[in-house]
């Protein structure tokens, strides 16, 4: 399979822990991007990458979140002091500059 | 802000009759418009996407067309079948010149085929 691949697939934490989740993107794709999706709504952008660097953050992202892609290669999106709020799909997407962005299946994260 | 409009929300067909969704964008420099197909449990998969220097694009059974004047789009599938049951999420890109790639997306349609 060399689609982008999300770990885990679903998390489930007590509020206030702190999640990590990892996206490994198809491999000759230099962007990078995290999306969050709730119940009935469309993906909304949260950060993106263009190799190692992260060039954009949404205001969407507090300061709670943070990501990063050593090495221009896989990412992980960190959610520090998690709230009930952050319960949602996050996606992760790649793409060739400039090109059609593809999806992973996502990590759902549920607070309890 | 930037915002794309997505109708209807929900749509339900026969099988073999047509599905047209309409997007509608606010951002005069999008430049780029996919669509995805979301399925239960699966990330969303693209299925056609257009530039802003093409009127139309067809692939197969799926066809989508783009008015730049009005800020309109729509995706277009004809001979409906029970497995294009899914939801449908158009997107625009935003900030054309800076070509950041990213995207916001509509609220999605549920489409519903019958068989």
């Known amino acids: 399979d060399t689609g982008v691949s999300q770990d885990p697939r679903h998390k489930i934490t007590k509020r206030g822990q702190n999640v990590t989740f990892r996206c490994d993107p198809i491999?000759?794709?230099?962007?990078l991007y995290w999306y969050r999706q709730t119940l009935g709504q469309g993906p909304e952008f949260l950060t993106y990458f263009q190799n190692e660097a992260q060039l954009e953050k949404s205001r969407l992202l507090s300061d709670r979140f943070s990501a990063e892609r050593p090495k221009g290669s896989f990412s992980t999106l960190e959610i520090q002091r998690t709230e009930q709020g952050d319960s949602a799909m996050y996606l992760c997407?790649?793409?060739?500059?400039?090109?059609?962005?593809?999806f992973g299946d996502g990590t759902r994260l549920s607070i309890l | 802000g930037e915002n794309v409009e997505q109708h209807p929300s929900t749509l339900s067909v026969q099988e073999g009759d047509s599905a047209v969704i309409k997007c509608t964008y606010s951002d005069s420099a999008s430049n780029y418009f996919p669509w995805y197909k979301q399925e239960l449990g699966k990330g969303p998969q693209l299925i056609i996407d257009i530039r802003s220097n093409v009127g139309e694009k067809k692939d197969q059974r799926i066809a989508v067309t783009l008015n730049k004047t009005a800020k309109h789009f729509s995706l277009h599938i004809t001979e409906t079948q029970p497995e294009d049951s899914a939801v449908y999420f158009c997107a625009a890109s935003i900030g054309g010149s800076s070509n950041t790639g990213k995207l916001i997306f509509g609220q999605g349609t549920t489409l519903q085929v019958k068989p």
């Open positions: 491999s000759e794709h230099n962007r």
């Open positions: 997407a790649s793409s060739w500059t400039p090109g059609p962005q593809h």
